[in-house]
């Protein structure tokens, strides 16, 4: 049975997509700790993050990189955390968290509400800035 995430890469279920190529994909996650915290996920469906071949694992690695940058850009924040825990989906995915104290990366607090005019919002302007860098 595929994942939720393949789903959402599929376009079975909606999403807010910041940025994609032909090996992932990246989108806003739907309980954000903090505005722009987005989940990046290989499109090959693999449980956990270190059974991806190397290959795969270092490229899923520089495509965060990459979209951390430029979430970087437009959500002010003093850094991008990174967080890969991986229970809650077993598709393998790293979280991206626009951070300004160690707090802020703090699994247990609260997540945000956010409308989905202010999701249409954030993911416009991150793939916006991605897109202006292809």
Do not use: W
């Not at 989940?39 to 270190?50: A, T």
């Not at 104290?101 to 991150?126: G, H, P, R, W, Y």
């Amino acid at each position: 049975m595929a994942s939720i995430f393949t789903k959402i890469i599929q376009g079975e279920i909606p999403c807010y997509k910041v940025a994609e190529n032909d090996k992932f994909f990246a989108f806003l996650d739907i309980n954000p700790l903090s505005i722009g915290h987005t989940l990046v996920i290989p499109k090959k469906e693999i449980d956990y993050i270190f059974d991806l071949d190397d290959e795969l694992y270092t490229a899923l690695m520089q495509f965060s990189k990459i979209v951390g940058k430029h979430i970087e850009s437009v959500i002010p924040c003093k850094r991008i955390g990174i967080l890969v825990f991986g229970l809650e989906v077993p598709h393998a995915h790293v979280h991206l968290i626009p951070i300004n104290k160690s707090s802020d990366m703090d699994i247990s607090k609260k997540t945000l509400k956010l409308t989905k005019e202010k999701f249409e919002q954030v993911a416009q302007k991150i793939n916006d800035s991605y897109k202006k860098s292809l």
